[in-house]
């Protein structure tokens, strides 16, 4: 998804670290996304966690919100595309 929108601003990236490098420069920074720190340490938390059902619950309820607030926000950007 990170990917998706990074090719919405011809941002050219095929790497793991470097997806999360610049959907933070291009979105978090920019403060398009929110994460209450980075997009670095809200995908690379599941390193640091142990593989309990509480933690892979809220990991996979938190890629879910992320899902579709991209999805919210490719839908802004195609609606903005059409009236302009």
Same mark, same amino acid.
């Given at each position: &998804?990170?990917?998706? @929108? =990074?090719?919405?601003?011809?941002?050219?990236?095929?790497? /793991?670290?470097?997806? #999360? !490098?610049?959907? %933070?420069?291009? *979105?978090? +920074?920019?403060? =398009?996304?929110?994460?209450?720190? &980075?997009?670095?340490? /809200?995908?690379?938390? #599941? !390193?640091?966690?142990?593989?309990?059902?509480?933690?892979?619950?809220? *990991? @996979?309820? %938190?890629?879910?919100?992320?899902?579709?607030?991209?999805?919210?926000?490719?839908? +802004? #950007? @195609?609606? !903005?595309?059409? &009236?302009?």
């Amino acid at each position: &998804t990170a990917k998706a @929108l =990074l090719l919405d601003k011809q941002v050219m990236c095929n790497t /793991h670290n470097g997806i #999360i !490098n610049d959907f %933070d420069k291009h *979105y978090v +920074t920019t403060g =398009l996304f929110n994460f209450g720190g &980075t997009f670095r340490e /809200h995908i690379l938390r #599941i !390193n640091e966690n142990r593989p309990t059902k509480e933690f892979a619950l809220a *990991y @996979l309820s %938190d890629a879910l919100k992320f899902a579709e607030a991209t999805s919210k926000f490719r839908q +802004t #950007i @195609l609606e !903005n595309a059409k &009236t302009n």
